[in-house]
């Protein structure tokens, strides 16, 4: 804010000392236009005014400087204006930013809830396969143990007809010796 003050504060300084240069050369008019003159050969005096009447001249004096005044006066505006105009362009670009950023932020956290879903779902689809995986690793052992138990049956059933066979062979065969004959060639 001090950066927008210090041409209106030059403006000021500058108008103060053309007040007080104006007010000296109404001052001096009034006198005779001369400076008071001493015994000092370095002090400059004013010649007097080509024109009779001093009032006129400090009457001109006077619009003089309220000349300088309005200039002064338009800069000091023109300055304010054009640092208000400054001011005004860089609260819309810093809003243009603001804006900018809230939407960047904005498209971030949507993106971070995107991505984290979609893990998320990536998360349960792995546990779902990793319960399919087990759940058939389940069966498999099932089905392994099931075959087994099912070829413990069919080698004690082999065994128990061969019990059976031998069983028959031994008691009917040795059982009638006059069949074995017959027997044996019928086995």
């Known amino acids: 804010m001090q950066r927008f003050n210090d041409p209106l504060t030059t403006v000021i300084h500058d108008t103060a000392r053309v007040c007080v240069f104006a007010t000296s050369l109404i001052c ?4 005779g236009s001369r400076a008071p003159v001493g015994g000092d050969e370095g002090v400059l005096s004013f010649p007097s005014p080509l024109a009779p009447d001093k009032g006129a001249t400090a009457l001109d004096l006077v619009y003089q400087a309220a000349d300088v005044f309005r200039d002064m006066e338009k800069h000091a505006r ?3 204006a054009r640092a208000q105009s400054l001011c005004t362009s860089a609260i819309e670009r810093l809003r ?3 804006g900018r950023a809230e939407a960047a932020e904005r498209a971030q956290r949507e993106l971070t809830v995107t991505t984290q879903t979609k ?6 689809a792995l546990e779902q396969a990793q319960c399919c995986i087990e759940a058939q690793k389940d069966k498999l052992t099932a089905v392994e143990l099931r075959a087994e138990v099912a070829e413990a049956e069919a080698r004690q059933a082999k065994e128990a007809l061969a019990l059976v066979e ?5 008691r009917l065969l040795c059982a009638n010796p006059h069949a074995d004959g017959r027997l044996a060639a019928v086995a």
Do not use: N, P, Y
């Open 166 to 170: 031998e069983a028959i062979r031994k």
């Open 119 to 124: 893990l998320q779902d990536a998360c349960r």
């Open 28 to 31: 001096m008019a009034q006198r």
């Open 96 to 98: 243009l930013a603001e």
């Open 78 to 80: 023109e300055t304010e």
